[in-house]
T-cell receptor, first 113, second 105 residues
């Protein structure tokens, strides 16, 4: 059982380049989330999707876009990467916004030069 | 809503008691969680306040008067070394900045 799968695991970008982080879950969960993890800042919510067809901004949405492609997949796009977006990105899913337990992916380490 | 974990790093000797602090601000009835990230493992749920359970010897009690949800364990073990996050749920789940627990031999 794969759970939540993120790709790529590592990526190096130059300032101004674009890229998309992919996330898929096989647990038939309704809600999906993107967080970034930075030293001393903890986990900060970028965007979330409470259900298929909806997306909402989290705490730090600037510089990012998301797409809930279908119930399984939720992608995060950086249109013009900046060094401040160097971080570890985590995708997570839950049965619904009323369900507390999040299931996390392994993380994607992104470096922007 | 906000979650505050005042300690970035907590070092405790093996066998000593552990208390990781978490305070929150929330206008309604909060639902609170502790998540843990062991080295080279995924973030995972440790416990939630509504369950009132003990997981791996850890407990946490919601104190609405003090708006706290501190994580406690009476006797620390070396395998408890990890990053711990307190989290709060309304229509989304937000996390505190985390506390790294280091168990000293």
């Amino acid at each position: 059982n794969a759970g939540v799968t993120q790709t790529p695991k590592f990526q190096v970008l130059k300032t101004g380049q674009s890229m998309t982080l992919q996330c898929a879950q096989d647990m038939n969960h309704n809600s999906m989330y993107w967080y970034r993890q930075d030293p001393g800042m903890g986990l900060r919510l970028i965007y979330y999707s409470a259900s298929e067809g909806t997306t909402d901004k989290g705490e730090v949405p600037n510089g990012y876009n998301v797409s809930r492609l279908n119930k399984r997949e939720f992608s995060l796009r950086l249109e013009s990467a900046a060094p401040s977006q160097t971080s570890v990105y985590f995708c997570a899913s839950s049965a619904g916004t009323g369900a507390g337990e999040l299931f996390f992916g392994e993380g994607s380490r992104l470096t922007v030069l | 809503q906000r979650v505050t974990q005042p300690e970035k790093l907590l070092s405790v000797f093996k066998g000593a008691p552990v208390e990781l602090k978490c305070n929150y601000s929330y206008s309604g009835s909060p639902e609170l969680f502790w998540y843990v990230q062991y080295s080279r493992q995924r973030l995972q749920l440790l416990l939630r306040h509504i369950s009132r359970e003990s997981i791996k010897g850890f407990t946490a009690d919601l104190n609405k008067g003090e708006t706290s949800f501190h994580l406690k364990k009476p006797f620390a073990q070396e395998e408890d070394s990890a990053m711990y996050y307190c989290a709060l749920r309304d229509d989304k789940i937000i996390f505190g900045k985390g506390t790294r627990l280091h168990i000293l031999p």
